[in-house]
Antibody, heavy 116, light 112 residues
Framework: EVKLVESGGGLVQPGRSLKLSCAAS????????MTWVRQAPGKGLEWIGE????????NYTPSLKEKFTISRDNAQNTLYLQMSKLGSEDTAIYYC?????????WGQGVMVTVSS | DVLMTQTPVSLPVSLGGQVSISCRSS???????????LHWYLQKPGQSPQLLIYRVSNRFSGVPGRFSGSGSWTDFTLKISRVEPEDLGVYYC?????????FGAGTKLELK
């Protein structure tokens, strides 16, 4: 069974940084691109970016490229999202998803709240 | 960025009925590899999105046959026949033909 479990969310002050993790199991993590998507409270889905199988290619939505960094550790079957200079507009549920193009399986999401 | 326009925003339905959701893109989604990367998702209340249809018309594993997708270039449709209670929620289209990938704003399927 494909399973994706996000962690690392919580309350963070404006301007601070936070790193999210996504633990993958039930499939060969090394064989898949991975994606991050977020959803602000009561809003729609926003594609953040994707990373290829070995981490050598990463694509971001331009508006987030300077703040967010996607990485992965294939030995640990884990995907990461490093977020910096957080603002209230970054308050959202953050989802990881398998596959860069189709996002065929999603995690349950992790809430990040940016507030003083 | 490719703008994805979904209509309607809200769609009241009776159980057993049939509905269609439209997704229009601001530019053609036909990729240079000749595939069209337009996908449909359902987000049930309190849950993560789930993939229903990929590349316009291919049902994902376990998705019932009452869901069908069609379209080409800039105009795409998701049809649901014989709507069941578990079909209620918000439907999103996603284009992954052009960077950055973009979602439609969503269509909420709710009971009349």
């Amino acid at each position: 069974e494909v399973k994706l479990v996000e962690s690392g969310g919580g309350l963070v002050q404006p301007g601070r940084s936070l790193k999210l993790s996504c633990a993958a199991s039930g499939f060969n993590f090394n064989n898949y691109w991975m994606t991050w998507v977020r959803q602000a409270p009561g809003k729609g889905l926003e594609w953040i970016g994707e990373i290829n199988k070995d981490g050598s290619t990463i694509n971001y939505t331009p508006s987030l490229k300077e703040k967010f960094t996607i990485s992965r550790d294939n030995a640990q079957n884990t995907l990461y999202l490093q977020m910096s200079k957080l603002g209230s507009e970054d308050t959202a549920i953050y989802y990881c998803a398998r596959d860069g193009s189709y996002c065929d399986y999603w995690g349950q999401g992790v809430m990040v709240t940016v507030s003083s | 960025d490719v703008l994805m326009t979904q209509t309607p925003v809200s769609l009241p339905v009776s159980l057993g009925g049939q509905v269609s959701i439209s997704c229009r893109s601001s530019q053609s989604l036909l990729h240079s590899d000749r595939n069209t990367y337009l996908h449909w998702y359902l987000q049930k209340p309190g849950q993560s999105p789930q993939l229903l249809i990929y590349r316009v018309s291919n049902r994902f594993s376990g998705v019932p046959g009452r869901f069908s997708g069609s379209g080409s270039w800039t105009d795409f449709t998701l049809k649901i026949s014989r709507v069941e209670p578990e079909d209620l929620g918000v439907y999103y289209c996603l284009q992954s033909s052009h960077f950055p990938y973009t979602f439609g704003a969503g269509t909420k399927l709710e009971l009349k």
